[in-house]
């Protein structure tokens, strides 16, 4: 760790101001550019990869690690694992079958090369470098946590609520946006304490050493979402290994941040400097981006998303088959962002009738549980299975999830169809 002078081109902020009013810059984008990009989020468009091809690709653009069509479906620069090629991997998600949620490309860093950078007013003195060793030597935490894209289940909103109105826009995930790991890395807070972190401090800003995105020919700079010094100096982490080896590049080589229960976008990948600001920031990615807008929510949009809703899945293909009248064990998993997962439920008859599932796993914040169920399936044809998960919180997964335009946080039952032969 060593002071550095700041730099005379150092990154340009957006000041938090009244909404209506805006800012001059952020980021360097102008006014009325951030003002166009608030009204694109508010409109709804047709997902993107609503309907994935037949056979679905077998690599996507800038992602590193092979993605086989039976673990992956391939969505843009993204790739969502397939819920079905879970049911063996245990409580933790191993790398290969993990996520990615990608804005741009992968990049390739050196851990010899790599720097963090941790700079602003909310420091009490010049800004500080860490290596990747000098990270590696502070005291080192490992959490078990899930990372969930905060659209995980977007497409939902279209082919089960596909009422008027229910259109979204964004990439069309299923339920395979998520996956949970073992994280092991440096208490945020620590670093930040160690930088000088003072009691004037009221935002930390990660930025992602990724390439700067490109949106509607807007730059809008390198990924980077303020979290609240509370959060920061209270549970986030600093990760630079996964599973037990040190992060693989699509997720986030060298270091990353892990948010626990936060919406994914939180979880900053190759994180590359920190400003700690005295005043509150905002950037694209909790502004026009990561708010909630459509119906019943202020012109403005709601307050940055934070906390991970309340999900359940199968762990099956779409259209699986069963053969009738034999028993079969259904598996899946349950997971929310508020609390604990406490009890689930499942329905093999459409919602008449529910009934308890075996848990597999002591249910923890900021993880899943896995569960089993026993079905004789009878008569031959098409049968819909329900899963819905209870918190601990009292939370019940709803019916019916309140459409948003961006398709965030979708956390209703859902309908998974099969058939019986």
């Not at 039976?70 to 993990?98: I, M, Q, S, Y």
Request: hydrophobic letters at 40%; proline letters at 8%.
């Amino acid at each position: 760790m060593r002071s550095v002078p700041p730099s005379e081109a150092s990154y340009d902020r957006m000041r938090l101001r009244q909404w209506a009013r805006g800012a001059a810059r952020s980021a360097g984008i102008e006014r009325r550019d951030l003002l166009r990009l608030v009204a694109a989020a508010s409109v709804a468009a047709p997902l993107a990869g609503l309907a994935p091809p037949a056979h679905a690709a077998s690599a996507a653009p800038g992602i590193v690690k092979p993605l086989p069509p039976d673990v992956f479906t391939v969505r843009g620069t993204n790739a969502e694992t397939n819920f079905a090629a879970l049911r063996t991997t245990g409580l933790l998600t191993p790398a290969e079958r993990f996520f990615v949620r990608n804005h741009t490309v992968t990049p390739r860093i050196e851990a010899a090369d790599w720097r963090l950078r941790v700079w602003g007013d909310g420091l009490g003195g010049p800004a500080v470098e860490f290596t990747y060793d000098e990270l590696r030597a502070l005291p080192s935490v490992t959490r078990t946590a899930f990372v969930e894209c905060a659209g995980n289940a977007r497409s939902y909103y279209t082919t089960q609520q596909g009422q008027q109105g229910q259109q979204v826009s964004g990439t069309a995930w299923t339920l395979g946006a998520i996956g949970t790991a073992r994280w092991r890395g440096v208490r945020l807070g620590d670093v930040l304490h160690r930088a000088g972190i003072t009691r004037h401090a009221v935002d930390v800003l990660p930025r992602g050493l990724d390439d700067e995105v490109v949106s509607d020919g807007i730059n809008l700079g390198h990924v980077r979402r303020p979290l609240p010094v509370a959060k920061a100096l209270d549970d986030v982490l600093l990760a630079y290994e996964m599973n037990g080896e040190p992060l693989p590049p699509d997720h986030g080589h060298p270091v990353r941040l892990i948010v626990p229960s936060w919406v994914g976008i939180a979880n900053i990948k190759w994180v590359g400097d920190i400003e700690v600001s005295a005043r509150p920031l905002v950037s694209p990615w909790n502004t026009g981006l990561y708010r909630l807008f459509g119906p019943g929510y202020p012109a403005e949009g709601s307050a940055p998303l934070t906390r991970q809703t309340l999900k359940s899945a199968f762990e099956l293909a779409p259209d699986a088959e069963f053969p009738a009248r034999r028993r079969q064990v259904l598996t899946g998993r349950s997971w929310s962002g508020g609390a604990p997962v406490r009890t689930v439920e499942i329905s093999t008859d459409g919602g008449t009738r529910w009934r308890r599932a075996r848990l597999h796993d002591e249910p923890r914040r900021g993880s899943w549980v896995r569960w089993s169920a026993d079905w004789v399936p009878g008569a031959r044809g098409p049968a819909v299975l329900l899963a819905r998960a209870t918190d601990r919180s009292g939370r019940v997964q709803p019916d019916v999830a309140v459409h948003n335009a961006q398709g965030y946080l979708f956390d209703a039952v859902v309908r998974h169809e099969v058939r019986v032969v």
